[in-house]
Nanobody, 122 residues
Framework: QVQLVESGGDLVQPGGSLRLACAASGFTLHYYTTAWFRQAPGKEREGVSYINRNGYTNYADSVKGRFTISRDNAKNMVYLQMNSLKPEDTAVYYC????????????????WGQGTQVTVSS
């Protein structure tokens, strides 16, 4: 059974850091493109960061230089290190995967986790 489970969300002060984790089971994660999306209340789901099967990474302009996506093939996990967090980073963060090339839109992703809440507030 294919499953993605996110963890690591929390309440953090502006300027703080968090590391989100996405654990995969039932399939081999590094054969897929994996993405982190986020969705704030009243807003559409947006792509934050992507990593394809070759390790190529891509970031939304709003998080470049602050967020880093990485993958541990041995553990079948993907991570999102988030530094210099801002209140506008507050959202539910989702991990998602797809077979094939990197695509920006969430509509192209086949498997999703349940999400983890990140709140940036003083």
């Amino acid at each position: 059974q294919v499953q993605l489970v996110e963890s690591g969300g929390d309440l953090v002060q502006p300027g703080g850091s968090l590391r989100l984790a996405c654990a995969a089971s039932g399939f081999t994660l590094h054969y897929y493109t994996t993405a982190w999306f986020r969705q704030a209340p009243g807003k559409e789901r947006e792509g934050v960061s992507y990593i394809n099967r070759n390790g190529y990474t891509n970031y939304a302009d709003s998080v470049k230089g602050r967020f880093t996506i990485s993958r541990d093939n041995a553990k079948n996990m993907v991570y999102l290190q988030m530094n210099s967090l801002k209140p506008e980073d507050t959202a539910v963060y989702y991990c998602a995967t797809r077979i094939g090339a990197l695509r920006a839109s969430p509509a192209h992703y086949d498997y999703w986790g349940q999400g983890t809440q990140v709140t940036v507030s003083s």
